[in-house]
């Protein structure tokens, strides 16, 4: 009988440490959401705080293979368009984070409604002391399957001319 209510009083433990960590996972990602959420809508409303968010060596890599900057180097390409109070506009369509087990390192993936269409980005955000930073986002357009060998073509072709070679 002692080791029946012994059992029992360790499952209830371990079903309640389980209980605590699902609900302080499910409060930590909805943080990141939270933050990358605040992040599209800084761009939006072209608020300089956008580019507080990134870590002082995040990387940004936009759609064009050109596009590979530090987050100093995001900020002056970007300039034009802050500087019109108007930037882009991403409204995450969906959302998969995950983390390491101390939560010091989230990495997500998303789907976003741009002015381009859909996109998907991917990042890594790290956790500090003043909250979190973006050490690494990316984005790209999304192409549908069925339109891929005609894009393709088309980038292909933009690229043989010399113009475009970089």
Same mark, same amino acid.
């Given at each position: 009988m002692k080791q029946l209510l012994a059992a029992l009083a360790f499952f209830l433990m371990s079903y309640g440490a389980a209980a605590q960590s699902a609900d302080a996972d499910a409060t930590f990602r909805q943080q990141i959401n939270t933050f990358m959420d605040q992040w599209h809508k800084d761009a939006a409303n072209a608020d300089p705080?956008?580019?507080d968010k990134m870590a002082p060596n995040g990387i940004y890599i936009? $759609?064009?293979? $050109?596009e590979i900057w530090t987050r100093d180097q995001f900020k002056v390409w970007a300039k034009p368009f802050f500087d019109r109070k108007?930037?882009?506009s991403f409204t995450a369509i969906k959302r998969n984070v995950y983390f390491s087990a101390n939560k010091s390192y989230a990495w997500f993936d998303e789907q976003l409604n741009t002015q381009m269409g859909i996109c998907q980005a991917s990042g890594v955000i790290r956790r500090t002391a003043s909250g979190f930073e973006i050490e690494h986002y990316q984005l790209s357009l999304a192409v549908p399957n069925p339109l891929m060998e005609q894009f393709s073509k088309a980038v292909r072709e933009?690229?043989?001319k010399p113009a475009a070679a970089q």
């Open positions: 705080v956008y580019f936009g $759609t064009d293979k $050109t108007n930037a882009w933009f690229e043989a």
